[in-house]
């Protein structure tokens, strides 16, 4: 029964943990992310084929936010690392 309980109290708290993401969707802007996750743990901003991207990680969350920044909007959302490649794949 202890177990039971654990696990749906550890179902409960991952679900929270990840509750701001699920807000967000591709085609967001930039400025909703800001009101909905608020100050990012890590920024980078990266050119890829002459197009200018930022990164966003927050660690709470392990969510990784990329966005073009001549549209400002999101392009991608990734649970944990993102690699180039998804960037080049979703975001041109």
């Known amino acids: 029964m202890t177990k039971i309980i654990l696990i749906l109290l550890l179902s409960i708290f991952s679900g929270l943990s990840f509750s701001s ?6 085609g967001d802007s930039e400025d909703k992310l ?12 990266l050119t890829v084929k002459n197009k200018v991207f930022v990164t966003y990680f927050y660690q709470a969350t392990n969510t990784y936010y990329v966005v ?6 999101i392009c991608k959302i990734s649970l944990g690392e993102i690699s180039l490649s998804e960037i080049e794949g979703v975001c041109l």
């Not at 800001?34 to 901003?45: C, L, S």
């Not at 073009?68 to 909007?73: E, P």
């Open 34 to 45: 800001y009101e909905i996750e608020g100050i990012a743990t890590h920024v980078t901003e």
């Open 68 to 73: 073009d920044k001549t549209r400002k909007t």
């Open 21 to 26: 993401a699920v807000n967000m969707e591709l």
